[in-house]
């Protein structure tokens, strides 16, 4: 048994700066770094009960999701047998494309422990 959560959706871009102040004024949410994490800039409060943030990247813009999980192998293995398909391992993050070509990354737990487990999915 595992539990895990849609916890994250994440703007993706190389224009990050644009795009954090487009969407903060577009979502009534306020714009703020996330400290330690110089690629991130939190949209707090843009979707409630989730984590909203435009991250930097190299790459084309795109929007992705993060699930968390008390369990990486048995969330990764879960969605796998669901069609996705591993794309790469950075740290404890998964990165797996979803049939239809969207990202998701499966990750730890990352949010208050207490809101996880009232949210979170049982998987047997």
Known sequence: MHRSRL?????????ADKAAAFWSAALAAPARPVAGEEQFTSLERALPGLVTAVQRIDG????????????????TDRLKALGAEEVSRWLDCRTLRAPGG???CVIPVHSDREEFEAAANVWE
Not at 7 to 15: A, K
Not at 60 to 75: K, M, W
């Open 7 to 15: 916890s994250t959706v994440l703007i993706d871009t190389p224009e």
């Open 60 to 75: 084309e813009p795109r929007i992705h999701v993060d699930i968390e999980t008390d369990d990486l192998d048995a969330e």
């Open 102 to 104: 969207h990202l998701v």
